[in-house]
């Protein structure tokens, strides 16, 4: 029960992405790196979600990583102006900066923990600390998303 749960919960976060996929089209500068830098992570999920079937430590790891890289420059990506469409960047990123500081710090530090726990190679620990970098993901994605 405690497998499917974690398979829906990663399911329904990668549905929640999707729509990256083809929004691109028309996409320029900052909007566009952004785009694409989200489609990577997207990408760097999948991928570690795929390595607990054979334990992959070492891809976990290196996804984390980049996972933590991302969450350090994100807000580079946004800077004000840049909801413009294709954009589906919601104005409360610019409105409300704070609050989307802390949800970028908070996928920053979940993306932290899983490569240190990944360093464990201890696989329900894994699996519990991906959950949490998923759920930041979904979180702001609700909040800060249209």
């Not at 908070?106 to 759920?135: C, M």
Request: charged share 30%; net charge positive.
């Amino acid at each position: 029960m405690q497998k499917f749960k974690f398979y829906i919960l990663i399911i329904t976060f990668l549905s929640s992405l999707t729509t990256i996929s083809f929004s691109h089209d028309g996409a320029t500068g900052i909007v566009k790196e952004r785009m694409e830098k989200f489609k990577a992570s997207k990408s760097i999920m999948r991928q570690i979600n795929k390595s607990f079937d054979n334990k992959d430590f070492s891809t976990i790891k290196k996804g984390a990583s980049k996972l933590k890289k991302w969450g350090l420059e994100m807000k580079n990506y946004f800077p004000e102006g840049s909801d413009i469409k294709p954009s589906e960047a919601n104005e409360k990123i610019w409105l409300e900066p704070e609050s989307f500081k802390i949800a970028i710090d908070k996928f920053t530090q979940a993306s932290i923990e899983l490569l240190k726990v990944s360093d464990e190679q201890d696989l329900d620990n894994t699996i519990a600390a991906f959950r949490k970098v998923a759920g930041t993901c979904k979180g702001c994605h609700k909040q800060f998303r249209n």
